[in-house]
């Protein structure tokens, strides 16, 4: 009776998990977000989350349950000159997610507010694109004066790496070519200071769903 009654309970987990909704991301899809929110904990962990906003209270979220979502709106006209050709050619498009609060469209930045003076050489991490998949080219890049500078960008070639402060916010424009599902993996890395001994947080994968 008891073989029974067991093999009675597993068919019934069976048809359960069978008959669950398939898992879902969480997509954000306008307002605040930190796509790359940095956090240590002593005495040496470093971790790389989503630092969501988007509801006006900050939830912390893991990279793989988050999809950000750039829309139709996001989409610019490439600027004539050079010093844009990272975006396509000239009168191309291409999807951007701005530096600044654009109704509608998702602000994103990164955070490293979290990490406290005095624990890593230079008092700096370094953020490092490893690689990426897609159906175009990625970058962040800012403006300042109508020029942009490139900080992390597939088109001349990967890994890019940049020095960040600790307790800094930034945010930058988050560029895509082409419509499609891109996966940009990022790697956060830094230098103990009492230790000279290197933490990362690994290799954490980020997606993003431009739409035409």
Same mark, same amino acid.
């Given at each position: ?67 950000f979502q750039v829309p139709a709106a996001a989409k610019i006209t490439v600027p004539a000159g050079?010093?844009w050709s990272f975006l396509g050619t000239t009168g191309g498009t291409a999807w951007v997610l ?6 509608g469209l998702l602000w994103p930045g990164w955070n490293t507010a979290d990490i406290p003076s ?27 004066? /109508? @020029?942009? %500078? ?7 070639? #990967?890994?890019? &790496?940049? =020095? ?15 419509? /499609? @599902?891109? %996966? ?7 230098? #103990?200071?009492? &230790?000279? =001994? ?15």
């Amino acid at each position: 009776m008891k073989r029974l009654l067991t093999a009675a309970a597993l068919s019934a987990a069976l048809v359960v998990a069978a008959g669950s909704p398939a898992y879902a991301a969480t997509t954000l899809t306008s307002g605040h977000v930190d796509v790359l929110d940095v956090d240590y904990t002593a005495p040496g962990t470093l971790t790389l989350n989503v630092g969501d906003q988007t509801g006006g209270t900050l939830m912390e979220r893991d990279p793989a349950d988050v999809v950000f979502q750039v829309p139709a709106a996001a989409k610019i006209t490439v600027p004539a000159g050079t010093a844009w050709s990272f975006l396509g050619t000239t009168g191309g498009t291409a999807w951007v997610l701005p530096q600044g609060n654009t109704s509608g469209l998702l602000w994103p930045g990164w955070n490293t507010a979290d990490i406290p003076s005095g624990v890593f050489q230079a008092n700096s991490v370094t953020f490092r694109l490893n690689s990426f998949t897609g159906p175009g080219h990625v970058s962040v890049y800012t403006v300042a004066s /109508g @020029t942009p %500078t490139r900080l992390f960008d597939s088109s001349d070639g #990967l890994p890019d &790496t940049r =020095a960040v402060a600790y307790h800094a916010h930034t945010h930058a424009n988050w560029a895509f070519t082409k419509a /499609g @599902t891109y %996966t940009v993996n990022y790697e956060v890395t830094g230098k #103990l200071l009492a &230790t000279g =001994a290197t933490v990362t947080t690994g290799t954490r994968a980020f997606t993003f769903t431009v739409l035409p």
